[in-house]
């Protein structure tokens, strides 16, 4: 049926009922942008730690972080937080506006470093800049590296999440005895690990899976998002898909979202981490875009090689074959790695990080990527000694701990993971997403391995 015939016959059969009483009033009820949404937008405490988030302020300097003039959205942002201070948040509704508007039209900056890196966007424009080799993978093992994985990820984000959103030396009291006391029974709640399961629940039932249709099960399942992972959210139910989805009108497309769920995708494609990039690249583009992207991509090889590599320092350097060699992200990851081999302790490339990273979010891809990588350069695989590094570097705390735990985990295998931490979890993991309350870790083993068969990985 043609939607005019469908709408012309609902009008022809309308019968006037004299005793409808108005709904307009009922209207009121409801807002498209609540007040404590734009408030949360402009203060607020991130759910597991407390650590105070501006996010709108996080919007300008991840735009200019990109070479581009914000001075425009910079004057409205110092209008917006003494209206936000004086509560008067009707009018901060359309001041925020005004600010993403401005940050979608920002000028330029010709001369800004940004522009003399390449960003490569497509998997066609990528996938010639990278290396396709492949390893092969002891069969036996499988399946104790990918539940080691996903045991690794889960306690050592749960872990994270206590902590994350503060700079390092403010966690320097934490003990490396005391780490696991933070490890919360099924993992508690953790936003990273949502993605990964509707990921499984797509990749299991399509047959062909899709950008496109991945975020439609982003959709059906996942019930509010923050950063760059609400723009997308917001991005779809609009109609606006992959790519366009992450790249529309999103100032966050840069940040950690893809980098901190595409662990699976290596889990998925042991030893094979051109695929792991390819598959990567298709979940990230959904809400990143460039070196955001390039991100997810790179926790992928990371996890992938995993199976192949058992000293940390050669498996980041063999990483930087499976990274578009000319973006910045390989650039960043380049700097991180010789900070490293230059310093004697993981506290003085801590330093190095904040300083060369001040005027990046916390949350951006590259301050995190570098504490990734200066985790795993400074232990030889030792699961609580880079537990506590990893934490004491700060920045994304449990992103960061969930990658590195992944990596390590399968490594060592399930086995062999310190039974402390694996124990708090009871064999499960609690999320909220729709259908998905509470998860067997051996099931989301289980099912990884189904996957990599379905997709010849």
Same mark, same amino acid.
Request: hydrophobic share 40%; with cysteine.
């Given at each position: 049926m043609k939607?005019?015939q469908?709408e012309h016959?609902?009008?022809?059969?309308?019968?006037?009922?004299?005793?409808w009483?108005?709904e307009?009033?009922?209207?009121?009820?409801?807002?498209?942008?609540?007040?404590?949404?734009?408030?949360?937008?402009w203060?607020?405490?991130?759910p597991?730690?407390?650590?105070?988030?501006?996010?709108?302020?996080?919007?300008?300097?991840?735009?200019?972080n990109?070479?581009?003039d914000?001075?425009?959205?910079e004057?409205?942002?110092?209008?917006g937080?003494?209206?936000?201070?004086?509560?008067?948040?009707?009018?901060?509704?359309?001041?925020?506006a005004l600010?993403?508007d401005?940050?979608?039209?920002?000028?330029?900056?010709?001369?800004h470093?940004?522009?003399?890196?390449?960003?490569?966007?497509?998997?066609?424009?990528i996938?010639?800049?990278?290396?396709? $080799?492949?390893?092969?993978v *002891?069969?036996?093992?499988? %399946?104790?590296?990918?539940? +080691? &994985?996903?045991?690794g990820? #889960?306690?050592?984000?749960?872990?994270?999440?206590k902590?994350?959103?503060?700079?390092?030396?403010?966690? $320097?009291?934490v003990?490396? *005895?005391?780490?696991?006391? %933070?490890?919360e029974e099924? +993992? &508690?709640?953790?936003?990273? #690990?949502?993605?990964?399961?509707v990921?499984?629940?797509?990749?299991s039932r399509?047959?062909?899976?899709?950008?496109?249709?991945?975020?439609?099960?982003?959709?059906?399942?996942?019930?509010?998002?923050?950063?760059?992972?609400?723009?997308?959210?917001?991005?779809?139910?609009?109609?606006?898909?992959p790519?366009n989805?992450?790249?529309f009108?999103?100032?966050f497309?840069?940040?950690?979202?893809?980098?901190?769920r595409?662990?699976?995708?290596g889990?998925?494609?042991p030893?094979?981490?051109?695929?792991?990039?390819?598959?990567?690249h298709?979940?990230?583009v959904?809400?990143h875009?460039?070196?955001?992207?390039?991100?997810?991509?790179?926790?992928?090889?990371?996890?992938?090689?995993?199976?192949?590599?058992?000293?940390?320092?050669?498996?980041l350097?063999?990483s930087?074959?499976?990274i578009?060699?000319?973006s910045?992200?390989?650039?960043?990851?380049?700097?991180?790695?010789?900070r490293?081999?230059?310093?004697?302790s993981?506290?003085?490339?801590?330093?190095?990080?904040?300083?060369?990273f001040k005027?990046?979010?916390?949350?951006?891809?590259?301050?995190n990527?570098c504490?990734?990588?200066?985790?795993l350069?400074?232990?030889?695989?030792?699961?609580?000694?880079?537990?506590?590094?990893v934490?004491?570097?700060?920045?994304?705390?449990?992103?960061?701990?969930?990658?590195?735990?992944?990596?390590?985990g399968?490594?060592?295998?399930?086995?062999?993971?310190?039974?402390?931490?694996?124990?708090?979890l009871?064999?499960?993991v609690?999320?909220?997403?729709?259908?998905?309350?509470?998860?067997?870790?051996?099931?989301?083993?289980?099912?990884?391995?189904k996957?990599?068969?379905?997709?010849?990985?």
């Amino acid at each position: 049926m043609k939607a005019w015939q469908y709408e012309h016959e609902l009008r022809r059969s309308a019968k006037l009922d004299l005793n409808w009483r108005s709904e307009w009033k009922s209207v009121g009820e409801y807002e498209i942008f609540p007040k404590d949404l734009v408030s949360m937008f402009w203060s607020s405490r991130v759910p597991g730690s407390g650590a105070p988030e501006c996010l709108i302020a996080g919007a300008i300097q991840s735009v200019e972080n990109m070479g581009r003039d914000v001075s425009r959205a910079e004057k409205l942002f110092e209008e917006g937080l003494k209206l936000f201070e004086e509560g008067q948040i009707e009018h901060l509704k359309a001041t925020t506006a005004l600010i993403f508007d401005e940050l979608s039209r920002a000028p330029i900056l010709k001369d800004h470093p940004y522009h003399t890196f390449e960003r490569p966007l497509s998997w066609e424009e990528i996938s010639v800049q990278i290396s396709r $080799e492949n390893f092969d993978v *002891e069969a036996s093992r499988l %399946y104790s590296s990918v539940l +080691g &994985g996903w045991l690794g990820q #889960i306690s050592a984000a749960s872990m994270g999440t206590k902590f994350e959103g503060f700079f390092g030396k403010e966690l $320097e009291f934490v003990s490396r *005895e005391d780490l696991t006391n %933070y490890v919360e029974e099924e +993992g &508690g709640y953790n936003d990273d #690990i949502v993605y990964e399961i509707v990921a499984i629940e797509a990749l299991s039932r399509l047959r062909k899976p899709s950008s496109r249709q991945i975020g439609l099960f982003w959709l059906k399942h996942i019930p509010f998002g923050w950063s760059a992972e609400y723009i997308a959210l917001e991005n779809l139910k609009r109609g606006i898909f992959p790519p366009n989805s992450g790249r529309f009108r999103n100032p966050f497309q840069e940040w950690i979202g893809a980098q901190m769920r595409c662990m699976l995708y290596g889990l998925i494609c042991p030893g094979r981490p051109y695929e792991a990039a390819r598959l990567a690249h298709m979940d990230s583009v959904i809400s990143h875009s460039g070196n955001g992207v390039y991100g997810g991509m790179h926790s992928a090889v990371l996890t992938s090689l995993a199976f192949v590599f058992k000293d940390p320092r050669k498996l980041l350097l063999k990483s930087l074959d499976y990274i578009p060699r000319r973006s910045e992200f390989a650039d960043v990851l380049r700097k991180a790695i010789d900070r490293c081999k230059s310093c004697d302790s993981f506290r003085q490339v801590r330093e190095w990080i904040e300083e060369e990273f001040k005027d990046y979010n916390w949350i951006h891809v590259y301050p995190n990527a570098c504490c990734v990588v200066t985790a795993l350069w400074f232990t030889e695989g030792n699961f609580d000694e880079t537990m506590e590094i990893v934490l004491k570097m700060g920045f994304d705390v449990d992103c960061n701990a969930g990658e590195v735990g992944t990596v390590l985990g399968v490594m060592i295998g399930a086995n062999s993971l310190p039974h402390r931490w694996v124990e708090p979890l009871k064999g499960n993991v609690k999320t909220y997403v729709k259908g998905f309350e509470k998860v067997s870790i051996e099931r989301l083993a289980e099912l990884t391995l189904k996957l990599s068969e379905k997709l010849s990985c």
